[in-house]
């Protein structure tokens, strides 16, 4: 499955890894185009939320808990992003292909008052990196996991 | 363009229901929906899609869309965010994104269903209400069938 076998990549280069329990993995994905761009992968194969087991819903909570309060305290704010989850279509296939994963895409750039606007080259070419993936992760992996406003 | 008026801890929506007194997550539709018709069975969407086809020519083209949109609120404490909600309010969010799939899957008219939240001003979020919403949709969104990749 290509979603696992990257997977598998990151895990083994360590590069761009932010956070992992049991079920899930936390990481910037190598073709992030949002600054603070992250991913949630589950370990195994599961096509959509109702195959979670009790333990991977524990497991869940804890990732968003944690990427959540990490991008507050990157810049003590409440920090605004759009995430959603893909999941397999419920077209009544079994869609084996499919792995579900979280995407968070956060609009912030270098503090908390300075956006990514994707314009110019980005507009009218390829969407480009300002940071590395890799000093994004670094970034992410150094906040606390405690938030600053119940610290 | 989602817009509801809250008041702790009883909603009046849009439509000037009163929703109940609740201590957990909350879930409900959406008053100012994306997808403006609710569809049950195939019989009511070949009607709504003669009834609502644009007129088009080879280049152009528009057609119906069908699907319902939940709301789901995280918890009475609306101004609350995930990173601020302990893990045990936290999996009941998981598990209310899994209850609604469960229920919203099964139906023949939803063959997509997509869990999403923006969090933020920067992310077009007027008032901070902190929930996510549901898109549902019969046709496979276009946007993700680039992720159908098999193996």
Known sequence: MLLLDYLNIELVKRERLVYENNSFVLLVPFWAAWPFETIIIPKRSIQDITQ??????????????????????????????????????????????WQLHMHFYPPLLRSASIKKFMVGYEMFANPQRDITPEKIAEILINVPNEHYNLG | ??????????????????????????????????????????????????QYAVPYNELLVA???????????????????????????????????????????????????EIFENKGELMDVVIPIHMDRFGLKKPFPLSLSRNRITN
């Open chain 1, 52 to 97: 979670f087991t009790e333990g991977e819903i524990e497991q869940f909570a804890d990732i968003l808990k944690v990427i959540t309060v990490k991008y507050d305290n990157i810049f003590n704010i409440s920090f605004p992003y759009s995430a959603g989850i893909h999941q397999a279509p419920t077209d009544g296939g079994e869609h084996k292909e």
């Open chain 2, 1 to 50: 363009m989602i817009l509801v008026v809250i008041c702790v801890p009883v909603i009046k929506g849009q439509n000037g229901e009163f929703n109940p007194a609740y201590t957990s997550t909350f879930a409900f539709n959406n008053d100012f929906s994306a997808f403006k018709y609710l569809c049950r069975g195939e019989k009511e969407l070949e009607e709504q899609e003669e």
């Open chain 2, 63 to 113: 057609k119906p869309e069908t699907g319902i949109c939940r709301v789901i609120c995280f918890s009475p404490r609306h101004d609350v965010t995930l990173a601020e909600l302990g893990i045990t309010d936290i999996i009941q969010v998981i598990k209310a994104w899994k209850k609604e799939f469960e229920i919203l899957g099964k139906e023949d008219y939803i063959n997509y269903i």
